[in-house]
């Protein structure tokens, strides 16, 4: 029995339909972005490094998408380097970064899986290398590159001597203005860094001595940051603190001390001055009254009895006032100047 033509046509349809629908999921595309690993039931059987058009076997093949574009990982405050000690038994708490890509998408699907693990792996080796290399220079080296001599200060000049007047404070703050002498510095130690890290990343695996490529590389790691530790911080801020009060108190006695010196100055040039003057006044004073003496003297050698005479009548009108009772002898000279003044003759020198 053959099929009618009214059943052939839906069945072409069909088929052309799940044709095209096998072709569709035969193909893909990969961007410039991205790598591609095809896979046969889980095992990656190819890799693609290259943008374009391409094909897997539907139902059997899979494709793994991976990025191309280099990765940054950047530890988180979890993740710092804490109560690192370095050679010179130094603290410090470092942050770190690295940046990394994949180089061989078949072998990192085969090795790492996911990229997701793969950035555990970055944070792991680089988390070590900077640890077990910083812990082998001391501090000066790791965060100088030369020992040019510094064109700063904080002061610790003034600092006195170590063992002065038992002054530890003084001794530990002095050694921060040490010029250290820088061997290796920090860009070598990064170098020294670098390839340790990139030794772990595509050496062999623990124990097992045998080459395991990850299919991924370092492209740079580096440091953001150095510090000490927060106990260290706050004891330096203490002692830095009791250091610089100690200047200000300083610089505090010896503003109080010139001050001082300064008010005696004055009042010292004050004394002087009123000393001075007073001795000028006095002076000045003393040559007037010789001069209104003078002139007194003067003026009675040039009136001559007159002016006696009119001092002693200045003399009787004061005396006789009022009820004043006066017993005269005859021989008085107050007697005989009224007598005279009664008779209507003036007194003089030779009257009896």
């Known amino acids: 029995m053959t099929a009618s033509p009214n059943v052939r046509v839906p069945g072409f349809f069909v088929g052309a339909l799940v044709l095209l629908t096998a072709a569709y999921s035969a193909m893909f595309t990969v961007d410039e972005r991205e790598l591609a690993v095809v896979l046969e039931f889980g095992k990656p059987v190819r890799s693609i490094d290259k943008p374009g058009l391409y094909f897997q076997i539907p139902l059997i093949q899979s494709v793994r998408r991976l990025p191309s574009t280099q990765q940054f990982w950047a530890n988180s405050r979890d993740d710092l380097l804490v109560d690192l000690p370095t050679k010179d038994g130094k603290k410090i708490e470092v942050s770190i970064w690295a940046m990394w890509r994949i180089t061989d998408a078949e072998q990192f699907v085969k090795v790492m899986r996911t990229v997701e693990n793969a950035e555990q792996q970055v944070r792991q080796r680089v988390r070590a290398g900077v640890r077990d290399v910083i812990t082998s220079y ?118 109080e001390q010139r001050k001082q010196e300064i008010i005696n100055e004055t009042q010292a040039e004050v004394e002087k001055i009123l000393g001075e003057g007073e001795e000028q006044s006095k002076r000045l004073r003393g040559t007037v009254e010789a001069e209104i003496i003078e002139s007194y003297a003067e003026a009675i050698r040039a009136t001559g009895d007159f002016y006696a005479f009119q001092r ?41």
């Open 138 to 255: 001391d501090l000066s080296e790791v965060v100088r590159s030369t020992d040019r001599e510094l064109s700063y200060s904080f002061g610790l000049e003034d600092l006195p001597e170590a063992g002065d007047e038992g002054d530890e404070t003084a001794a530990d703050l002095s050694q921060v203005g040490e010029q250290a002498s820088i061997q290796v510095g920090r860009e070598q130690i990064m170098e020294e860094i670098r390839q340790r890290i990139e030794s772990q990343l595509s050496g062999s695996n623990e124990g097992e001595g045998e080459s395991t490529m990850r299919g991924i590389e370092l492209v740079d790691v580096g440091i953001s940051n150095i510090g000490f530790v927060q106990s260290v911080r706050l004891a330096a801020f203490e002692r830095l603190k009791a250091f610089m009060d100690a200047i200000a108190a300083r610089y505090q006695n010896e503003g």
């Open 312 to 352: 002693m009548l200045e003399v009787y009108e004061k005396s006789l006032t009022g009820d004043t009772k006066l017993i005269l002898t005859t021989d008085s000279e107050l007697f005989r100047m009224l007598k005279d003044i009664g008779a209507g003759a003036v007194p003089t020198e030779e009257t009896p």
